[in-house]
């Protein structure tokens, strides 16, 4: 499978299923053939990202919950008592490989509103740039259910939207999507790759492959996934992760329904801040700062003149010339009050006036730019 072996950036998400065993307990012995995993993609300096299930079920076992459906406060309890023994499970496997683990817990609304998500996305980015393995999984002891993303396929799909993976790989406890149950029609047919996911492949995982997948989430859940991740740029895979190294086993050629992205990570984010949001202010620039945010450049404060509108670090502003024609869009580093008080400063001389400093006023890597010429 050629997706994995050309991926920068790789979510990996890790169900309940496959880390605890028939006892409750995790299982050591498939971590570390994982871990094994983790290693050799990092050793080829690919990134690697675990979302991980698993809180609820461990925390179980330690406080003594039979095996009934549990109630909202009980399953937080169980969270609670289980992550700690979730990360102790992957601090062991990862240690003779050498890796750290870094738990990051999170919720909805770290996806969905913008402070916290670039917020989150700050963090991760932070840990991957440290060498650290990130192991994600939803904060499951403060959310209820109306704030619950409720299953990690759809969790995994937007921290890779978040962090501009390319891909995405579910491990299940089925090889992929089929045409119709595997279990029941023999006629059944493995698919292998999705180029586009149409009403038809959706009505597969909706119809005879709903039941599949253990946990939170079966082949409707992970399509819908996908979709997130194919809109964000990064191509889904779903394999079976009950084998001892399902990434090697993955590259030898193991099977899988590989779901294409339909742009790439760094379009779908342009696209985002360019189309989706509304200004919320203006930050007028000078001719320099105009002709490089034009190439590309980040936004200095040195080149800002003048700040319109009232907006928070984070929301969405768009940059115009002096004769006011709009040059990009783009998401503030600085809360408008903020902004003006650092117009035409030099970077070293933000700290000292405001008392902190998050770099430049619209980083690169958060502008879109618009076409030349457009009017306000
Ligand atoms: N966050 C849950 C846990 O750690 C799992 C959710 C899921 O499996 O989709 O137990």
Same mark, same amino acid.
């Given at each position: #499978? ?24 995790? %299982? ?8 094994? %995993? ?11 990202? +675990? ?6 079920? !461990? ?27 979730? #990360? ?11 890796? $750290? ?33 990130? +192991?994600?999984?939803?904060? %499951? ?13 759809? !969790? ?9 993976? %390319? ?36 009505? #597969? ?13 079966? #082949? ?23 084998? &001892? ?31 989706? !949001? ?6 007028? +620039? ?11 450049? $980040? ?60 770099? &430049? ?8 730019? +618009? ?6």
């Amino acid at each position: #499978m050629k997706e994995l072996g050309g991926a920068k950036r790789i979510v990996v998400k890790v169900g309940s299923a496959l880390l605890v065993g028939a006892g409750g307990a995790a %299982d050591a012995h498939w971590l570390h053939a994982f871990a094994a %995993d983790i290693h050799r993609l990092r050793e080829r300096g690919q990134q690697v990202l +675990v979302v991980s299930s698993g809180a609820v079920a !461990l925390g179980r076992r330690r406080l003594g919950l039979a095996r009934r459906a549990l109630s909202l406060p009980e399953k937080q309890a169980a969270a609670a008592a289980g992550q700690s023994a979730l #990360m102790r499970a992957w601090e062991e496997a990862f240690e003779p490989h050498r890796l $750290s683990a870094a738990q990051v817990l999170l919720t909805r609304d770290d996806t969905e509103v913008r402070r916290r998500w670039l917020n989150a996305r700050a963090t991760i980015e932070t840990l991957l740039a440290l060498g650290v393995v990130p +192991v994600i999984n939803e904060n %499951d002891t403060v959310t209820t259910e109306e704030i619950r993303y409720g299953d990690n396929d759809r !969790l995994a799909a937007r921290v890779a939207q978040m962090i501009g993976a %390319d891909l995405l790989v579910l491990l299940s406890d089925v090889d992929g999507l089929y045409t119709a149950d595997p279990r029941r029609d023999p006629g059944a047919r493995h698919v292998e790759h999705v180029a586009q996911l149409t009403p038809q492949i959706e009505a #597969m995982a909706g119809g005879a492959n709903a039941g599949a997948g253990l946990g939170s989430g079966g #082949m409707a859940t992970k399509l819908a996934a996908a979709r997130i991740a194919s809109a964000a740029g990064c191509a889904t895979v779903i394999t079976l992760g009950h084998r &001892p190294s399902p990434l090697a086993a993955l590259e030898a050629g193991a099977r899988a329904t590989v779901i294409a992205p339909s742009t790439t990570p760094a379009a779908a984010y342009k696209a985002w801040i360019a189309g989706s !949001l509304a200004p919320a202010g203006a930050l007028v +620039v000078d001719a320099g700062a105009a002709a490089a945010v034009r190439r590309g450049k $980040s936004l200095l404060a040195a080149g800002l003149r003048r700040v319109e509108g009232r907006f928070e670090k984070g929301d969405a502003v768009v940059i115009v010339d002096e004769a006011g024609a709009e040059i990009a869009r783009g998401l503030a580093r600085y809360e408008a009050a903020d902004a003006s008080r650092i117009c035409g400063l030099k970077s070293a001389a933000i700290e000292p006036a405001i008392g902190y400093t998050c770099g &430049p006023v619209v980083h690169a890597d958060d502008l879109a730019l +618009v076409q030349a010429g457009a009017a306000r």
